[in-house]
């Protein structure tokens, strides 16, 4: 291990620390030595918010981008660009996590026991602190990408769900013990888990590497001969955030709106979308299906450009082998990443919805850590797994070995 890769790691680790630590601190005004909140003083704690006003924002600003060229074109225009992106997102997320601050807020102050003066001062100093606790985080997981190991917003993130996971494996001793799920379900949860970080593991590593052929060049005072490479175009392009994160939201945020306006007694057709789109109907599992299968094409377009790797080509000299460089190269390889997508695409589904699959047939407790939690845990350890072999390869000043 080298000085700088262990630097890098004791960095993240204390990073981490830091952050698993603010999970443990109350919201200023809730009793914490109350019967009520002594069990559940996470939930309740200033990192409640977790990073997900900044993961919306985030997604929010890509999906404008994909259609709004001008936003687009500042990612693509240098680092002043990408600062000014960065600064729309952050105000974009504070303002969502003090939408959402000030409504868990309003809400904590009506139940009985839980604050200790539930006035307005509670609800402005809780906002402030639930606020400032996602402000802190984003700062964080900015540190540990620039100093730390592995992109900071994703470790914290999996950090949050590997923390869950002994007391949910805890959970299903207990009912192991007391017979309320038999030794078979237990056994089935893990082969699947196995299966599917497999499956994860076997399609994030896998590429479709599309041969590309250099002519001889000169670049300065240097003559750069002929040479073959391949241009690598992962099949799943679209990630592992957006697909499985906005899904729901596509789904649930019209119905809440429909509600809101229509109502929702019961017996009104409001009531009855709603009843069909909950977790684990069949609604829902095709509903989400056709949705994260959009939102990758959707998204998978907005990071790879065939059009614009054409010209990237063209302009290095370089051709695909039995293609005319230009309009034809773009057309082959918008041909070749709609072809990796449709995987892609069909690969997220069904990781995303395996844990609805199961609850529609009746098998509630069979896999309970969820596709999507399983892809960012395992897509970050991959991604550490990376960094820590270029880290190790590379020596001080940034000349691999």
């Not at 309740?44 to 977790?50: D, M, T």
């Not at 606020?131 to 992109?151: K, P």
């Not at 809440?256 to 009855?272: L, N, P, Q, R, T």
């Amino acid at each position: 291990m080298t000085t700088e890769l262990a630097r890098r790691i004791a960095f993240t680790i204390g990073a981490l620390f830091l952050f698993r630590l603010g999970t443990q601190i109350p919201v200023p005004g809730v009793a914490v030595h109350g019967g009520f909140a002594a069990d559940r003083i996470a939930p309740l704690s200033i990192f409640s918010l977790s990073l997900f006003p900044y993961l919306t924002a985030a997604i929010l600003v890509q999906l404008v981008a994909v259609v709004w060229r001008r936003l687009r074109a500042l990612d693509r225009s240098g680092e002043a660009g990408r600062r000014k992106l960065a600064r729309f997102t952050l105000i974009l997320a504070l303002l969502l996590a003090a939408f959402q601050a000030f409504g868990i807020a309003s809400v904590m102050r009506q139940m009985p026991g839980l604050v200790v003066d539930p006035g307005d001062w509670f609800v402005l100093s809780a906002t402030a602190s639930l606020v400032g606790g996602v402000l802190v985080m984003i700062w964080l997981s900015e540190q540990i990408t620039r100093r730390g190991i592995g992109n900071g917003l994703a470790l914290m993130l999996s950090v949050s769900i590997v923390a869950s996971l002994p007391s949910e494996v805890a959970s299903f001793f207990t009912q192991l013990r007391r017979g309320a799920i038999s030794g078979n379900a237990l056994v089935g949860n893990a082969s699947l888990l196995i299966v599917v970080v497999a499956l994860i593991v076997f399609v994030e590593s896998a590429r479709r590497n599309v041969p590309v052929q250099f002519a001889a060049r000169r670049v300065g005072e240097h003559l750069l001969p002929s040479c073959s490479t391949v241009l690598p175009i992962k099949i799943n392009s679209a990630g592992y955030l957006l697909p499985a994160t906005v899904a729901p939201w596509a789904i649930s945020i019209p119905v809440v709106i429909a509600g809101v306006i229509f109502g929702s007694d019961d017996g009104s057709w409001v009531e009855a979308i709603t009843a069909n789109l909950e977790f684990g109907e069949k609604a829902h599992i095709i509903l989400g299906s056709i949705t994260i299968f959009t939102l990758a094409f959707v998204y998978t377009a907005f990071v790879v450009d065939p059009d614009h790797a054409a010209e990237s080509l063209a302009r290095q000299g370089g051709v695909i082998p039995g293609v005319t460089p230009g309009e034809a190269t773009a057309t082959y390889l918008d041909r070749v990443v709609s072809l990796t997508t449709a995987i892609g695409a069909t690969y997220l589904a069904a990781i995303s919805l395996i844990p609805e699959v199961f609850l529609a047939y009746g098998n509630a407790l069979v896999y309970k850590m969820g596709g999507g939690a399983a892809l960012i845990v395992v897509c970050t350890i991959l991604d550490l797994q990376t960094q820590v072999r270029e880290i190790s390869l590379t020596n001080r000043g940034g000349v691999r070995r």
